[in-house]
Nanobody, 125 residues
Framework: QVQLVESGGGLVQAGGSLRLACAAS????????MGWVRQAPGKEREFVAG????????YYEDSVKGRFTISSDNAKNTVYLQMNSLKPEDTAVYYC??????????????????WGQGTQVTVSS
């Protein structure tokens, strides 16, 4: 059974930092694309950042460029999201997503076939 388990969420003041982790089990994602998707209250899910576990290529949504960094540890089958200079508008549930059949990052959520349960990130002003 494939599982993606997120950790690292919490409450932080504006300007602070958090590091999210997504640990995959049940299969290797070394040739896959992984991403972080967030959903704020009353809003649709939004693709935030992605990484090709195969090539290392990354993608960032404009609002997080320069503040968030996605990285991976293939040996641990784990993806990270370092979030710096957090803003209240970053408040959301953050989900890890895996695209097991392709190593190319996509911003289309339907292209991801594995999802974690989500971790809450709350940024206070």
């Amino acid at each position: 059974q494939v599982q993606l388990v997120e950790s690292g969420g919490g409450l932080v003041q504006a300007g602070g930092s958090l590091r999210l982790a997504c640990a995959a089990s049940g299969r290797t994602f070394s040739n896959s694309a992984m991403g972080w998707v967030r959903q704020a209250p009353g809003k649709e899910r939004e693709f935030v950042a992605g990484i090709s576990m195969r090539s290392g290529a990354t993608y960032y949504e404009d609002s997080v460029k320069g503040r968030f960094t996605i990285s991976s540890d293939n040996a641990k089958n784990t993806v990270y999201l370092q979030m710096n200079s957090l803003k209240p508008e970053d408040t959301a549930v953050y989900y890890c997503a895996g695209r097991s059949y392709s190593g190319t990052v996509s911003v289309v959520l339907a292209h991801y076939n594995y999802w974690g349960q989500g971790t809450q990130v709350t940024v206070s002003s």
